[in-house]
């Protein structure tokens, strides 16, 4: 782990060295740049030049491995390190037989990449619930839940509008059917609390390169029971024994490490061990609150704007962005890059997110700069012309 255990929102805040004028409201697409980040590179850099590179970067697996279990409150044996959340997706599916149980309950609302994996199970068949256009509820996954659902995926937060589900719920009301539950929580790690007993999951999956403060190129996935049958992507960092070196044998360890495949990417390694130090140093139940108030006061001066916030019924169903309606989300989005406010533009919305750094000023500017954007461009709030 890192030297440096921030404990106070604001002493994360002085940890970020972007954007240097104006605010980095992005985490839900890109994490800002740490100060930790780029000495976690340096460092890299430093080891790279030495001998013994592939010991020192084993050495951050281990770290980034156990600070990751603890932020889920797992065991480090349940949790495989692989490249991207399409991949462990692919991994927890991997081994499942489809038979009676052939149905895979998903969303629209899903990240496509997940989703993508889903649809792409041979023998399975893969029902939507929630409507094309976003609009989820917890009851929408309830009501479709049947004896031959046989896996569940819920996002833990969703991609574009920010909902939360409740997640503990839904796995109840699955494994009483006998379905398996997966929760797509790259929108929620390092943001909220998240413990996977209290979600009921069987897998979890979340990438470093969003709220967890580091780089992307990495997800963590983890497996309640990592014993089942070996997936059939692998490599050899899946074996009893890596450093064994026989190519002859596929033999699988009885813990995480059976879903990896090979080499890691290491300059993501080496930041996710640093931004996962910056979110182990914070209360992340007083996060939370912090985001869920500055959500409320961005949708309440936004909407005295007259612009069109899509947003939940209440503040504990909406996670830590909120979605601005905007069918030129990606010209209002450069616009407010122009002027040092990141903002993340996606399929007719654009993203303001919410972080422990994030304060009044960050939304007071933003709501300036797109007050001044509606001048400027002459468009109504909702993107119209
Ligand atoms: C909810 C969610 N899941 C997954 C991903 C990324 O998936 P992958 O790591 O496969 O690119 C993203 C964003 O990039 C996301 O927002």
Redesign the pocket.
Known sequence: MSATTVTEPASLRQRLTTPTVGAHLAA??IAPRTLDVDQALARMLEDLSRPGFWQACEEQVTKARRAFARLVSADVDQIAIL???????HQAASGRRWRRARHILTTPA??P??AHTWLSQPGARVRWCGTTGGELTTGDYLSQITPRTGLVSV?????RDAIVLDVARIADAAHAAGAAVFV????AAGVMPLDVDALRCDYL???T??YLLGL?GL?FLYIRHPDGPAPTLTGWLGRTDPHAFRATVLDSPPHARRYETGTPAAAAIYAAVAGLSLIGGLDLRQVRHCTQRLIAAATQRLAAQGEIVRLASHADAQGAHLALVESHADALAAWLGQRGIIAAPRNGVLRLAMHAYTTAGDIDAACEAIAAYRHRSRTRPGGAR
């Open positions: 839900c697409s490249p991207n959340a399409s991949v462990a997706a899903e990240f990449g997940i996002p833990a937060v969703t991609y797509d929580a790259y929108q999956v979340t990438g390169g969003k992307p997800a």
